[in-house]
């Protein structure tokens, strides 16, 4: 279904639809923000463009499947960012490549702001780790912060799926695809293996 969804909303938009200069992208995500009028449109507009989000990122951002990010609660220059990484290729995933390429660069700052604008629902039963907190105060909280929640185009953490996390921080390792160019993947050098689920279980509990 979400294939078909995909192809048909490519379809219906041009694939001539060009990613737009990202830095253009942040300064018009700065310019709405300081704007509440332009802000209240952008949400609306936001929530109206990203009907095919839910399917696997949840309506109200919150995921859906395990190995799928929250959106909900995320830095909207994070989301700006990812969306050009999906766009050129550089990032890859079958539908979000796809999906990249036929929303505007006015489409992503809608859909950044309206998904930043949502409440992460941890997940209650999430069980956090003294060990996990240890290795985060020892590598992450210098750019994610006390909270985990990042800033501007460093990503929230708090409150993932403690899949999804796993699996990020595994690429990371492995230093796959797009993530090779990441700092991310020298931190996770110096990163035991066995303290991956439960670096991830510290950050999926976190509010």
């Known amino acids: 279904m979400v294939r078909f969804l995909v192809l048909l909303a490519i379809f219906m938009c041009s694939l001539n639809v060009r990613a737009g200069d990202l830095k253009a992208q942040f300064d018009r995500l700065a310019q709405v923000q300081v704007n509440q009028a332009e802000y209240q449109i952008a949400l609306q ?10 399917y696997c990122h949840g309506k109200d951002g919150n995921s859906v499947k395990d190995e ?8 909207p220059e994070y989301l700006l960012h990812q969306f050009e990484l999906f766009s050129s ?6 539908v979000m490549e796809r999906l990249a390429k036929v929303v505007t660069p006015e489409e992503r700052v809608n859909i950044a702001l309206y998904f930043a604008s949502l409440n992460v629902n941890v997940d209650e039963s999430a069980q956090s ?8 105060q020892g590598f992450c909280f210098a750019c994610h912060g006390e909270r985990g929640r990042g800033n501007k185009d460093l990503p929230r953490l708090a409150g993932q799926k403690k899949s999804f996390i796993e ?7 492995e230093g796959k695809s797009y993530r090779d160019k990441s700092p991310m993947v020298a931190i996770m050098r110096k990163i035991n293996e066995q303290d991956i689920p439960e670096l991830a279980a510290y950050l999926s509990a976190m509010k």
């Open 45 to 54: 507009a936001g929530e109206e463009r990203s009907t095919l989000c839910g």
């Open 68 to 75: 799928v990010p929250n959106l909900a609660g995320q830095n």
């Open 89 to 94: 290729g550089t990032r890859k995933n079958y």
């Open 129 to 136: 780790s003294a060990r996990g907190e240890e290795v985060y």
């Open 167 to 173: 699996k990020t921080l595994r690429a990371f390792k």
